[in-house]
T-cell receptor
Framework: EAGVAQSPRYKIIEKRQSVAFWCNPI?????LYWYQQILGQGPKLLIQ????????DSQLPKDRFSAERLKGVDSTLKIQPAKLEDSAVYLC??????????????FGNGTRLTVT | GQNIDQPTEMTATEGAIVQINCTYQ??????LFWYQQHAGEAPTFLSY??LDGLEEKGRFSSFLSRSKGYSYLLLKELQMKDSASYLC??????????????WGLGTSLAVNP
């Protein structure tokens, strides 16, 4: 099966600029996650979608971050305006869904964001 | 509260066996995952445990004790390519049918010749 697709692979922007990341999950996967991973740390969940509804966005900095999954398939994550501390790898992952409780997450290759 | 602890770094020799421990404290425990992450790459799924005991998959095995809040990942016949970060993640069942993964910070394993 095709894996989780993410783009771009790398992005360098200046602080206060905006940036958007795109993710296409594995076909048939109802749950989609956006994670932020800072070097040397575990992934931090930003937002979790079940189909096109938000399940958990408690750690999403909503003053600058937004995400959508309009048709319940692909998703975009936006940062506006970016800060230096947003420099990280942004990982998209998908899984079959909450009913498949032991369904592992499948991750995309991530977008490495550098904010200067 | 919710907490996951694993060692920050470990070193082992090629061909040896290494055990990476993970302890956790959480309510609503609903399974534990181990992921491998090579530098600059995305995490890849290694194993899942929800019942007590040992799950074996080739050179990798994972053990769980729910009463002790403890798991370990056992890597046998270590190879240089096993140098990576190993992430422990606990699935927690919350209100309704919502399940949430709580991630550890990862253990960086260096395999030396």
């Amino acid at each position: 099966e095709a894996g989780v697709a993410q783009s771009p692979r790398y992005k360098i922007i200046e602080k206060r600029q905006s940036v958007a990341f795109w993710c296409n999950p594995i076909s048939g996967h109802a749950t989609l996650y956006w994670y932020q991973q800072i070097l040397g740390q575990g992934p931090k969940l930003l937002i979790q979608f079940q189909n096109n509804g938000v399940v958990d966005d408690s750690q999403l900095p909503k003053d600058r971050f937004s995400a959508e999954r309009l048709k319940g398939v692909d998703s975009t994550l936006k940062i506006q305006p970016a800060k230096l501390e947003d420099s990280a790898v942004y990982l998209c992952a998908s899984s079959l869904g909450v009913t498949a409780y032991n369904s592992p997450l499948h991750f995309g290759n991530g977008t490495r964001l550098t904010v200067t | 509260g919710q907490n996951i602890d694993q060692p920050t770094e470990m070193t082992a020799t090629e061909g040896a066996i290494v055990q990476i421990n993970c302890t956790y404290q959480t309510s609503g425990f609903n399974g534990l995952f181990w992921y491998q992450q090579h530098a600059g790459e995305a995490p890849t799924f290694l194993s899942y445990n929800v019942l007590d005991g040992l799950e074996e998959k080739g050179r990798f095995s994972s053990f769980l004790s729910r009463s002790k809040g403890y798991s370990y990942l056992l890597l046998k016949e270590l190879q240089m390519k096993d140098s990576a970060s190993y992430l422990c993640a606990v699935m927690r069942k919350g209100a309704g049918n919502n399940r949430k993964l709580i991630w550890g910070l990862g253990t960086s394993l260096a395999v030396n010749p």
